[in-house]
């Protein structure tokens, strides 16, 4: 079993950052493709961005390509998503996923293990 545990969510205005952390615990770490997901009320949850099991590629969602950023540290067992220039429309739940399968991007049914989530709100 995997367990994912999201944090660093919060209230933000517009034009600043976060960062959000997603913390694994259970088997392993390596080989896990990692993602992230948010979902704001009353629309479809919308794929961030993934990452490799080893770091070595990434992939963003149109809506986030330049402002945000994907890493993980191995050690650690942890990914991160920095976020910056966060805008109102980023207000959402976001969510972290794993995928033993390797890197399958934005198809959410593909991943495994996913966290509870943590909110960011941007105001205006």
């Known amino acids: 079993q995997v367990q994912l545990v999201e944090s660093g969510g919060g209230l933000v205005q517009a034009g600043g950052s976060l960062r959000l952390s997603c913390a694994v615990s259970g088997r392993t770490f390596t080989g896990y493709a990692m993602g992230w997901f948010r979902q704001a009320p009353g629309k479809e949850r919308e794929f961030v961005g993934a990452?490799?099991?080893?770091?070595?590629?990434?992939e963003y969602g149109d809506a986030v390509k330049g402002r945000f950023t994907i890493s993980r540290d191995t050690a650690k067992k942890t990914m991160y998503l920095q976020m910056n220039s966060l805008k109102p429309e980023d207000t959402a739940v976001y969510h972290c996923?794993?995928?033993?399968?390797?890197?399958?991007?934005?198809?959410?049914?593909?991943?495994?293990?996913w966290g509870q989530g943590t909110q960011v709100t941007v105001s205006s």
């Open positions: 990452i490799s099991w080893n770091g070595g590629s990434t």
């Open positions: 996923a794993a995928a033993s399968r390797g890197m399958t991007g934005s198809y959410y049914p593909a991943y495994d293990y």
